[in-house]
C-alpha cells in the first residue's frame, strides 16, 4: 500500500480538475522527479500512483518535463529506463553534466556540484519558464532538493522512505 503517494497524487489531480488554465493547458507545465517519483531506486519499478499523475497531465495536454540529478552520462540508459516503464511523451528531460560543470569551474569537486542539485534544479525549472514560455504549475518530487528556489506554483511533496 502506498497511501501517502496516493493521497498526494490524488490532491494534485483535484487540482487540476478545478484550476482555470487562463493560459490555455498547453502554456503550463508539470516537472517530474525520477528516483523516488516515478521509478522507485530501490526496486527499480515504476511508482503508480505517480505514473498515474503523470499520465493524467499528459492526457489533458499540459508539457511535461523531467527534471533529474543523474548524471547525463546515463542519459541513454535513462532514456530507454523511462521508455521501458511507460514514461512516454514528456517535451524534455534535463539531466545534470557534472563533468562539464566541473571543467567550467576549477576547483570544483563532484560532491560540490552534488550539493548544488536543489540549485541546478531550479535553473532548470526557470529555463522551462523563460525559454519555453510556460508557467512551471506542478512541481513533483521526492526531495527537499526538488523544491528549492520557488519557481513553481504547486508543489507535490512526495514521502521519502
Ligand atoms: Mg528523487
Known amino acids: 500500500m502506498d497511501i501517502a503517494r496516493r493521497k498526494a497524487v490524488l ?3 483535484q487540482f487540476l480538475d478545478t484550476f482555470s488554465f487562463k493560459d490555455g493547458v498547453e502554456n503550463y507545465s508539470a516537472v ?38 543523474r548524471d547525463i552520462k546515463y ?11 511507460g514514461i512516454r511523451g514528456y517535451e524534455r528531460m534535463y539531466m545534470i553534466d557534472y563533468k562539464r560543470i566541473m571543467n567550467e ?7 560540490d556540484v552534488m550539493n ?9 525549472r526557470l529555463d522551462i519558464r523563460d525559454s519555453y514560455k510556460y508557467h512551471v504549475l506542478l512541481n513533483v518530487g ?14 507535490v511533496k512526495l514521502p521519502h522512505y
Open 11 to 13: 490532491a494534485a489531480m
Open 75 to 85: 542519459q541513454g540508459f535513462t532514456e530507454r529506463q523511462l521508455i521501458k516503464k
Open 116 to 124: 548544488k542539485r536543489g540549485y541546478i534544479k531550479s535553473r532548470y
Open 32 to 69: 517530474f522527479d525520477i528516483d523516488d517519483t516515478l521509478i522507485d531506486s530501490y526496486t527499480k519499478n515504476v511508482i503508480e500512483p505517480v505514473l498515474e499523475l503523470y499520465q493524467y497531465c499528459i492526457n489533458i495536454g499540459m508539457p511535461v518535463f523531467i527534471i533529474t540529478a
Open 142 to 155: 521526492d526531495d527537499d532538493k526538488d523544491f528549492e528556489g520557488d519557481i513553481f506554483e504547486v508543489g
Open 105 to 111: 569551474n576549477v576547483g570544483l569537486k563532484f560532491e
